[in-house]
């Protein structure tokens, strides 16, 4: 991973891991805790591809296992980020743009599921039954929910700043358009259409200017 990659994954990871302790897993919500680390992980690995969603899901994940109040056993969530973090990369369009917010949706729901389900097996594997008396199916259903309703003010954001620190050309030249991966989210593909016709009449204005300048300059030379 190049350096910017290292440095806004840790700032992001650090930050998002502070909120999640001090003040999302204060809130005492009915079952599970909004997830603002996956959430994190999801941005970073659909901008980054499954190899670096996978570095990133891991050095997150054991930031969390170690850090306070962690009480389970180191290594355990990290592993869960990982092969996360690895999926979620392996769905990143090719083009760097989403037509509908449907994908990324579908995407923020199965992780959220998955993750809750591999955590409870890794639990039940070192011996970790807590998974049991709360209730499974409980933890599921308030997981995806709570990580669906955060992910749209969460996911766009970290998609478009790892795109501006990549230095990725689509992210500069579409900065005021909704083409743009994070906009996507949030438009719904409405956007991307008018974005494009925008982009389109600013390319026939500047040709236009260009061939009225050769003119001007032809009858000049004459």
Not at 54 to 68: E, K, N, S
Not at 87 to 109: D, F, I, N
Request: hydrophobic content about 55%.
């Amino acid at each position: 991973m190049r350096v910017n990659r290292i440095l806004l994954s840790s700032s992001l990871i650090v930050v998002a891991l502070v909120v999640q302790v001090s003040v999302l897993a204060r809130l005492h919500l009915p079952g599970a805790v909004p997830d603002l680390l996956l959430l994190v992980v999801l941005g970073l690995a659909l901008v980054y591809g499954h190899v670096g969603g996978a570095l990133v899901g891991f050095a997150a994940g054991l930031l969390a296992d170690l850090a306070p109040p962690a009480d389970h056993a180191a290594g355990r969530y990290a592993l869960v980020l990982c092969v996360i973090g690895y999926l979620a990369g392996l769905v990143k369009p090719e083009s760097g743009q989403v037509r509908t917010a449907a994908g990324p949706m579908l995407v923020v729901v199965a992780a959220a599921v998955g993750s809750t389900l591999l955590y409870a097996g890794v639990g039940a594997l070192v011996g970790d039954t807590a998974a049991r008396h709360v209730g499974l199916s409980g933890l599921l259903f308030t997981a995806a929910l709570y990580d669906l309703l955060l992910a749209p003010f969460v996911v766009p954001g970290v998609m478009a700043l790892a795109r501006r620190a990549e230095n990725d050309p689509l992210a500069e030249t579409n900065s005021a358009k909704a083409g743009d991966i994070s906009s996507g989210w949030l438009s719904g593909g409405t956007g991307l259409h008018i974005g494009g016709q925008r982009s389109g009449l600013r390319v026939k204005a500047a040709r236009a200017r260009s061939a009225r300048a050769g003119r001007i300059k032809g009858v000049k030379r004459l």
